[in-house]
């Protein structure tokens, strides 16, 4: 439990901001990230929650655009250099693991390197499980707070009128 | 709806502040006859608007968060840091914390912007709602009443005060409130929670069900929560319909956009409005009660104007306060005179003092092994999930501690699947457990009596002035062994429960939460027999004024585990036919 409180608080002391209309988020061109740094961001996200035979994934679900507008509009710039250098600390570890950039490597090298990252996800000491921690955090919260992910993936049926409500009567 | 205050006029009464004891107070003065003046130092919001109850997450800019200037103080920022808790922050607006990272936004303007109302002392989470209504747009809306277990918990077990009433002293007002604002909830006929007259009870989902029949074998209950909402409607209302079961009150901050559950606007001050008695003030900031030099008695109050910060002064026959706990204490310590050099109504020297509240903290969180993995229920659709009352120190007495505590519990599917940020792992694994798995977590965090101490207590702080220039609130406030050890017994009690009912225990927590942060905050101006040792009597009339009067939580003996709203109505509608009945013998 411990470890999901500090996740919140990273996320939101992390990603605090907007300046743009609301209909700028989810627009094509990334705000913050460059374009190299956006695919392998959209890449990463896609990893944590794929599509599946259940629902789409994060991809679909536009969790990258996401990410890239509250950073582009994040109050603190240190949560800005976090997220570059986050990448930047994926990158490096692929290239240890596998003489290459991650957006290079194989399905299978990347997975390997996303289980490097998530070792000791629930004590996470080196950067990069620090990292992996912060982007699974913001993955999860924008997944599962879009369209695709309250609706196809978690069927959720409620925010409506209810004639009754659900459950069983107290006897 | 008339905003403008006649000040040559002298209105029967002046009440201050407009959240629960507030409201109640208008509508029962007004439905005497009496012309009442009401002033709220916040602003009349467009409630609706800010709440915007149905709003999918997807639908806001940030998916519920603030925007980038301006941040919700956290959980863990009240015990990292001192107050006053927005000096020095580098955002434009500081709030206090409103179950920070989910939906503050919606909050923003109903909760008081820390740079403008700070206060010092010991670490304390205060959250202030300043807006017509108060803390009753987003409360928590657990209703329940106290028992002479509470009332009488003094002469049971010799620690502090008795309360100068008794349960059957206030039942009759309890049934007042039940009736006139709507009540949901399952008749248990416990002698520590007394029933309400309940409309029809929230339902119990699968894992719900589980721990109440395992409860039962250990003679202690799981009911329903007592809601402070509407579920069959209250026909004399035409501001509130029913509960339609929507589901948004857990998922954000709370508040209700068509008010099926309580807030005062809606409940009582609307309809006093209606009587054409009521006078409604907003955006004025009292900051004295004045006094008659002649007769000692309260004339009046003087108040700034919150947007221009220009003084005036308004004539009452009596004055009420029902600025909440902490501020009603404060603006008495602040109504200094040659006659209360100490503060009006401060001959005891009691105001601020036996300060009381609840603990919370300890808890735990479980799964259903049999629920993983099956289509989910729906459980997004009530009010509340269940109530779990006191059970220590009825019939036995625990050695370690006094008094008591309940639990506040929740399980089931909501829209956002929490285990998302628990669940280890990533990919289609990790997509399918948290699928698997979300609605079949159950947890439970308890509500423990703090024990009122005289040593507890708030007074003015010397130099530190808010943005009106009106001296701020220091706090002297700190947990003692009592509390500590009754959160232990809380942490292990809850284990124990889930584990007999075969509830896998994932995790128990055993911090105590910062000070303040039930937002339960009671006593400083104690109601008792006694003008030595208390500063109001048992219809809240103030010792030593016969016509200023306390009625918000301010005024209780000892806080009881349970929530106290319901209770501060039902006072403060005994205490104005007291006061209604006393102006017509022309005893005031």
């Not at chain 1, 949560?79 to 570890?93: A, H, P």
């Not at chain 1, 996470?124 to 879009?146: D, I, M, Q, R």
């Not at chain 2, 929230?202 to 409860?215: C, F, I, M, T």
């Not at chain 2, 003015?460 to 009106?470: A, H, M, S």
Request: hydrophobic share 35%; glycine share 10%; with cysteine.
């Amino acid at each position: 439990m411990p470890y999901q409180i500090n996740r919140r608080d990273l996320i939101r002391i992390g990603a605090g901001a907007v300046l743009a209309a609301p209909a700028a988020f989810g627009a094509d061109a990334p705000k913050f990230f460059t374009p190299a740094e956006f695919a392998m961001l959209d890449e990463l996200t896609e990893s944590i929650i794929p599509a599946d035979d259940h629902s789409p994934g994060a991809r679909a679900a536009k969790v990258a655009a996401y990410i890239d507008a509250r950073l582009a509009e994040a109050f603190e710039a240190k949560d800005r250099d976090d997220w570059r250098n986050g990448l930047k600390l994926v990158d490096d570890l692929s290239g240890k693991m596998h003489d290459r950039p991650f957006m290079e490597a194989s399905p299978e090298q990347r997975v390997a390197v996303l289980t490097r990252m998530a070792k000791n996800e629930m004590n996470a000491k080196t950067p990069e499980e620090v990292f992996f921690g912060e982007l699974k955090h913001a993955t999860a919260h924008a997944y599962y707070t879009s369209k695709i992910g309250i609706h196809q993936e978690m069927e959720y049926k409620g925010n409506v009128m209810l004639e009754e409500f659900v459950g069983y009567e107290v006897k | 709806m008339s905003d403008e205050v006649d000040l040559k006029k002298t209105y029967d009464a002046i009440v201050v502040g407009s959240g629960a004891a507030g409201g109640m107070a208008a509508h029962v003065l007004t439905s005497h006859g009496m012309q009442v003046l009401m002033l709220e130092a916040g602003k009349k919001l467009n409630i609706n608007k800010e709440l915007k109850s149905m709003e999918w997450p997807y639908d806001h800019p940030r998916r519920g968060d603030m925007p980038p200037d301006s941040h919700p103080l956290s959980g863990s920022e009240y015990t990292i840091r001192q107050p006053p808790y927005a000096k020095g922050s580098p955002y434009k607006h500081v709030y206090s914390y409103v179950e920070d990272g989910n939906g503050s936004d919606y909050a923003k303007n109903i909760v008081v912007d820390e740079k403008d109302h700070p206060y010092t002392g010991t670490q304390y989470a205060w959250v202030r709602a300043r807006c017509l209504g108060g803390k009753t747009n987003i409360w928590g809306r657990l209703a329940l009443r106290l028992s002479d277990y509470d009332f009488k918990a003094a002469s049971r077990d010799g620690y502090g005060e008795d309360w100068p009433i008794s349960y059957a002293d206030i039942s009759p007002y309890y049934d007042k409130v039940d009736l006139y604002l709507g009540i949901s909830g399952h008749k248990e006929n416990l002698p520590q929670l007394p029933d309400s007259i309940f409309q029809r009870a929230v339902r119990l989902n699968p894992a719900e069900v589980k721990l109440r029949e395992s409860l039962v074998k250990m003679g202690r209950v799981l009911t329903p929560y007592r809601a402070g909402v509407t579920t069959d409607g209250v026909k004399h209302n035409k501001y509130r319909v029913h509960c339609y079961g929507r589901g948004a009150c857990d998922r954000r901050v709370g508040g209700c956009d068509i008010h099926a559950a309580f807030d005062s606007p809606t409940g009582l001050i609307y309809p006093a409005l209606d009587t054409g008695n009521l006078t409604l003030r907003t955006n004025a900031t009292v900051s004295e009660v004045t006094v008659d030099k002649d007769t000692g008695k309260a004339s009046g109050v003087s108040f700034i104007d919150t947007d221009t910060g220009q003084a005036y002064t308004a004539k009452g026959r009596t004055v009420l306060l029902a600025a909440s706990t902490l501020e009603s204490a404060r603006l008495m310590l602040l109504s200094k005179s040659s006659q209360y050099p100490n503060g009006i109504g401060n001959s005891s020297g009691h105001v601020g003092h036996n300060f009381c509240e609840h603990l919370m903290g300890p808890g735990v969180s479980g799964l259903d092994k049999e629920l993983v993995g099956k289509p989910r229920t729906l459980d997004d659709g009530r009010p509340g999930s269940f109530y779990l009352p006191r059970f220590r120190n009825l019939t036995d007495r625990n050695p370690k501690f006094l008094r008591g505590y309940g639990f506040e519990g929740g399980s089931g599917t909501g829209m956002f699947p929490d285990n998302a940020f628990g669940t280890p792992g990533f990919g289609s694994a990790y997509k399918k457990t948290v699928r698997d798995y979300a609605g079949a977590f159950i947890g439970m965090g308890g509500f423990g009596e703090v024990l009122p101490r005289y040593e507890n207590y708030v007074d003015l702080d010397p130099e530190v002035k808010d943005r009106w220039g009106v001296p701020v609130l220091r706090f002297q406030i700190k947990f003692g062994d009592n509390e500590k050890k009754m959160a232990a017994d809380m942490a292990d009690s809850a284990r124990e429960m889930f584990e007999a009912a075969g509830i896998e225990v994932l995790n128990v927590s055993r911090d105590i939460l910062t000070e303040g942060y039930s937002i339960h905050e009671l006593g400083t101006a104690r109601m008792g027999t006694d003008p030595k040792k208390s500063v109001v009597n048992q219809f809240q009339q103030s010792h030593d004024v016969k016509n200023l009067l306390v009625v918000d939580g301010s005024t209780h003996v000892s806080a009881s585990c349970q929530n106290p709203t319901w209770t501060i109505m039902a006072l403060c509608w005994r205490s104005c036919d007291h006061l209604a009945d006393e102006l017509k013998k022309g005893n005031v």
